[in-house]
RNA sequence: UGUCCGAUGGUGUAACUGGCAACACGUCUGACUCUGGAUCAGAAGAGUCCAGGUUCGAGUCCUGGUCGGACAACCA
């Protein structure tokens, strides 16, 4: 990189930053935090943020937190923290050993709202939620003022305490903020603090049946923590004024938050509630399937947290809904692997070929680069002998003019080894199927000898039939037939939209030296694409993931 | 009928904050190649949602529209 070169432009959040370095906000301090809460597994668009805030954290020489927003006991779960903690920890960020837990400040929290009920600016209310939801009124017509809004303060403190000691059932009273029914966002329509939930949380047990709610915790947790930018998606835009209020009313500490835009991916989906949808009802074989945008997936799947990092530098941050294309998220880890993945041989769908003037029984050891794209790679010995297999698709009896594979007459190469030409095809006489290819070879044209300098068409790989080893692959491809799988007809779901060819589980034939791979270990089978161990993988088989194939032109020009 | 946000090639992101629209992915050529991969060279593709205005000059500023998104869980 030239030094000369303009510098790399800031997205907003960054010139944000550097506006409050440039002028001392924070006593330059950049302090962020990843606030997930433990009710799912973690995906790519949380990627993203986690890419975000702990990059910011990095470059200003900041720190960011990992905390978790666990206010309701409800839905969240001890398995989902520790696949989030693992998630991060894989994606390659540390929070070294700030993890904290919106549930660690209850206390306070607690306190603070028994503060804003004694300046007057939170009241119980004993209304039903489907009351205070219809007197809430509609984004464009005001609400109504609860009958409980004038409560003398001592009569709410002592309300509250009572809620907190447990004397009352779900959902019999709530605390609320008292800010303005009229106001023209609904948040702040005297939102609700509290909720009673009779219910074992994961960290705090027994010890509280009265939770926050996600704008009461949020903020004021940001606070404790003195971050200085609390990043989060768009869809929170509208609760800012209320993060302020509480802020300002508390008066403590005012973390600022900014809003960016979620990731959207083309071809799948993103909702946590889809996704759950999806692994409950089976339609895939886990949050771990290697088909969803999980991070579990895409690890499971073959996917580097090198190429996600990239990605998530790629894709950029910006205030305006967007939809990645797939192709980059494919892009990204192509260009990864290709510097790293060894290279072997593999035949996805075997065709044999009987070289006819080759020796019966005779076994060369043929060199092989292990990657061309790393010389310290080395090489490998493949074992050639009478009968190989080569792709099936490499074979056409009648090919058009753009095939330049093996097909009778034609002489291609077999990678690393001989130039053979095709003499026969033997079909099976039952279905007329191709059985066998007869051909014969080149003595002379065996790699790094003279005779092999001449010009041939196409490189075929193939795999020794006597030496080859059989080994499950599974192909994937998009879980989705549709780029945005929510366009659906009336009536219908995005599971309408799964794409019924989205696994396809075949068994192929690989090197020998194949059998001592262990998950996650990550290959690319040439001309084919990459390919990663699965764990599902025994000592007798070894199961393969197609992480994504390799461009293909001729598939192109196929269509 | 409200509030907030957004609008730049097919997709995403830029444009030193008013100076003749750039980068990446994708697409298409060609070279090279023992991976129809990779690499290298190149091309096509937007005149910046619309209409006015300010200005010598506007994607950037102003006014008014249009379109899209978010917001009415005791979810986050």
């Not at 937190?65 to 903690?85: A, G, H, M, Q």
């Not at 939801?133 to 009572?162: A, C, H, I, M, W």
């Not at 074989?285 to 579990?296: E, V, Y």
Request: aromatic share 10%; with cysteine.
């Amino acid at each position: 990189m030239n030094e000369t070169d303009k510098p790399a432009s800031l997205n907003f959040i960054e010139e944000i930053i550097e506006e409050h370095l440039k002028t001392g906000k924070n006593d330059g301090r950049v302090h962020t935090r990843f606030p997930p809460e433990p009710n799912g597994y973690l995906h790519i668009g949380h990627a993203k943020s986690i890419c975000l805030n702990f990059g910011l954290a990095k470059k200003y020489n900041g720190l960011c937190n990992l905390r978790f927003d666990d206010t309701n006991p409800s839905t969240e779960d001890i398995e989902y923290v520790d696949s989030i903690k693992e998630d991060i920890h894989w994606l390659g960020f540390d929070w070294a050993g700030r993890e904290y837990y919106a549930s660690d400040y209850f206390q306070q929290l607690y306190d603070w709202a028994e503060k804003l009920i004694m300046i007057g600016k939170a009241y119980v209310c004993d209304l039903a939620a489907e009351e205070i939801s219809e007197q809430r009124g509609t984004p464009t017509r005001p609400g109504k003022e609860s009958p409980y809004r004038n409560r003398p303060v001592e009569e709410n403190l002592d309300l509250f305490r009572r809620m907190k000691a447990g004397e009352f059932p779900d959902g019999s009273k709530v605390l609320r903020a008292k800010i303005d029914m009229a106001s023209p966002n609904m948040h702040m329509r005297d939102p609700i603090l509290y909720r009673i939930i009779h219910e074992h949380h994961h960290r705090t047990g027994d010890n509280w049946c009265i939770y926050p709610m996600y704008d009461y915790a949020h903020g004021q947790s940001d606070s404790i923590e003195r971050i200085t930018h609390s990043i989060c998606t768009l869809e929170f835009e509208v609760h800012r004024p209320l993060y302020n209020w509480f802020l300002d009313t508390i008066d403590i500490y005012h973390p600022q938050q900014i809003e960016f835009a979620r990731l959207n991916l083309s071809y799948t989906i993103m909702s946590k509630r889809k996704l759950l949808e999806l692994v409950e009802g089976k339609y895939v074989s886990g949050w771990d399937d290697p088909r969803l945008p999980t991070l579990s997936g895409l690890r499971r799947r073959g996917y580097t947290p090198e190429a996600i990092r990239f990605f998530a530098e790629k894709v950029g941050v910006a205030k305006r809904d967007n939809v990645i294309d797939v192709a980059l998220l494919e892009f990204s880890i192509r260009e990864d692997l290709n510097k790293r993945a060894p290279r072997t041989m593999v035949a996805l769908n075997p065709l044999k070929v009987v070289i006819t003037n080759y020796p019966e029984g005779k076994t060369e050891e043929m060199e092989a680069v292990v990657n061309p794209e790393d010389p310290s790679s080395g090489t490998r010995k493949v074992p050639f002998s009478r009968e190989l297999f080569i792709e099936r698709e490499d074979f056409m009896e009648d090919p058009p003019k753009q095939f330049f594979r093996l097909f009778p007459g034609n002489e291609v190469r077999l990678k690393y080894a001989y130039i053979i030409k095709c003499d026969k095809v033997i079909r099976d006489t039952g279905t007329a199927e191709v059985t066998e290819v007869h051909c014969t070879y080149d003595p002379e044209s065996r790699s790094g000898m003279s005779g092999s300098n001449r010009k041939v068409k196409s490189t075929l790989h193939w795999i020794s039939a006597r030496h080859c080893i059989p080994v499950e692959v599974r192909l994937f491809d998009r879980l989705f037939i549709k780029e945005n799988p929510d366009e659906v007809e009336e009536g219908k779901d995005f599971k309408s939209n799964l794409n019924p060819d989205s696994l396809k589980v075949i068994t192929g034939c690989a090197d020998p030296a194949m059998d001592e791979v262990k998950p996650p270990d990550k290959f690319q089978f040439e001309r084919l694409g990459y390919f990663s161990v699965d764990p599902d993988t025994t000592a007798e088989k070894p199961v393969f993931n197609r992480v994504v194939s390799l461009k293909d032109s001729y598939g192109k020009v196929k269509n």
